[in-house]
DNA sequence: TATTGTTATACTCTATAACTATA
DNA sequence: TATAGTTATAGAGTATAACAATA
């Protein structure tokens, strides 16, 4: 036990959780021959007429700049199509092919399939408490980020 | 179409979540010129007297191949030190220098006050919840794991 | 001038397999 | 024969900055 520390210990299982959790995802997302960043976005234009750089971006919290090679792969097997804006000459939406609604369609229930193998324990009402619980944390979690880059705009100059 | 999802979109949330959690954990991280696995490293051979490749890579879900080259580059910053086994020729024991110690001791207090700026609107019970719901979240997922594929690894409580 | 997306660079992680040296 | 760790390889994501086209 480590009793040395003063901080809960617990917190540190709240990072290995994560990380459990996202290896366990990844195992499936890994059979359909796609990346966790990839998945990420073919579910993130599912059921979307299509979103342009910026939003997937921010979406998916990946830049600009990795998000043109990630795009780029999955346009080369074909799941995804850039279609230039007809409101601003510089943007680019990016939509599923309809391969890749096929593909969304087909994986994404599975994928929570997948996922709903760990919950065999779960009651349903536990299952409702942990997504409040989740989602609770997601939107503190977002709260701390802004007050972050806020701290980190005042610091730009160092 | 709209009827195609029979699975709640609220476990969309959930990934969602634990990739929104990772990227601001990795905010504070790279501040300390460190990459998440590096500073996963770091808090795992944290208070012990050192760990052998074989667990370093169960613990932190890290191969081998990886893991080779992950503590040589915190070795290169002079963080932690290969020390050969006493007892078994083969296997080689990670510790902490006395610089990594020293980060350890620094910077774990940091980041976990850091994690703590999420919990400014959980009452101390909000927060045993939270733990405790991740935490059996956690076993939950190395259920289904184990469950998943023949090669299980060893957890050991902490 | 600011913004959107691309390109370029350098680094890290990942999976996999072949390899060594011990056991 | 099996195991612990290294090396080699190819691919992918990351941050960052410079850049072109458009607003």
């Avoid at 990844?26 to 990839?38: G, R, Y």
């Avoid at 234009?45 to 090679?69: C, Q, Y």
């Avoid at 929570?112 to 193998?117: E, H």
Wanted: aromatic share 6%.
């Amino acid at each position: 036990m480590d009793s040395a520390l003063t901080f809960p210990t617990a917190l540190r299982e709240l990072l290995r959780t994560h990380q459990t959790f996202l290896s366990y995802a990844a195992s499936h997302v890994h059979t359909l021959d796609l990346t966790l960043p990839q998945f990420d976005i073919i579910i993130t234009l599912g059921n979307t007429a299509g979103i342009n750089f910026k939003i997937l971006g921010e979406k998916t919290l990946i830049t600009k700049g990795t998000l043109t090679g990630v795009i780029s792969r999955l346009e080369d097997k074909g799941l995804v199509q850039r279609v230039a804006s007809e409101t601003d000459g510089r943007s680019q939406i990016v939509q599923l092919t309809e391969a890749g609604k096929d593909l969304y369609q087909r994986t994404f229930p599975e994928h929570l399939a997948f996922i709903y193998r760990i919950f065999n324990d779960y009651s349903p009402e536990d299952i409702a408490t942990l997504e409040a619980t989740l989602l609770r944390l997601r939107k503190a979690v977002i709260a701390a980020r802004s007050n972050e880059s806020e701290q980190l705009v005042e610091e730009t100059d160092q």
